[in-house]
């Protein structure tokens, strides 16, 4: 049985119409897997469903063995899921530091341990940790937000297109980063534009067309595999 998994999961927004038909996804404990696919695939929308964000009408959602299918976000949350949505995941007003006391906000015990933790992970932060975040680049705002949501101490970071708009440098230093969580024992599952790269540090990847399932295996095969390599991956 998987750490996190949401298994055959049929939804969408609202009274919308399904984008998610029959869609697993699954992470292994400390693992990192990597959604990929075309635009409007349903990538974002298959997390977002892991998360409690949408109305799934079949499947479940378990974590650690736990079916959490019915609990909301906030819920999800507590029970150990960290979530860092694509945009507006910083507050751009406040500074580094209370960036990351915010994300510490449910939590009662001391968390200087952590946030040393987030500071050895991500030197950048420590340096401008007075800075109001909104000064900083866009690779420095993504540090933020994940080691925001590392404060929470959680079992599973979820990563909504970490590397969009950042340099290809930024990129490669944030998918370090990713992997450095992913081997303190932290399990990730990631939405990922830049599929490629993305799947060069995969233990699994899941490949969606129109919110179905339609290549999952490890990142290297996925690599290898022609058919994938000529429609997803350019060549």
């Known amino acids: 049985m998987a750490f996190l998994i949401g298994e055959k999961m049929t939804g969408g927004y609202g009274a919308g ?37 949408l109305n799934i009408h079949t499947g479940a959602v378990r974590l650690d063995g ?59 932060l420590k340096e401008k940790r007075l800075q109001p975040a909104g000064e900083l680049s866009g ?8 080691g925001r949501a590392l404060m929470t101490q959680p079992k599973v970071l979820m990563l909504d297109e970490p590397t969009a708009g950042v340099s290809p440098i930024v990129m490669d230093e944030l998918f370090d980063r990713i992997i450095e969580v992913a081997r303190a024992g932290i399990t990730i599952l990631m939405v990922e534009q830049n599929a490629r790269q993305a799947l060069e540090i995969a233990d699994k990847g ?28 350019g060549g």
């Open 17 to 53: 119409p399904d984008i998610l038909h029959e869609c697993t996804i699954a992470v292994e404990k400390g693992e990192i897997a990597v959604i990929v696919g075309p635009n409007g695939a349903g990538k974002s929308t298959a997390m977002k469903a892991v998360f409690g964000m």
């Open 66 to 124: 736990e079916d959490i299918t019915k609990l909301s976000p906030q819920a999800r949350v507590a029970k150990g899921m960290g979530f860092v949505p694509q945009t507006q995941n910083i507050f751009t007003s406040m500074t580094v530091e209370e960036n990351l006391e915010m994300g510490a906000f449910l939590r009662r015990d001391d968390i200087a341990d952590t946030m040393t933790q987030v500071y050895d992970l991500f030197p950048i």
């Open 139 to 146: 690779g420095q705002r993504q540090q933020v937000a994940v």
């Open 206 to 233: 899941y490949v969606l067309v129109q919110g179905r399932n339609r290549f999952s295996d490890t990142g290297a095969a996925l690599m290898a595999d022609p058919e994938v390599r000529k429609s997803f991956l």
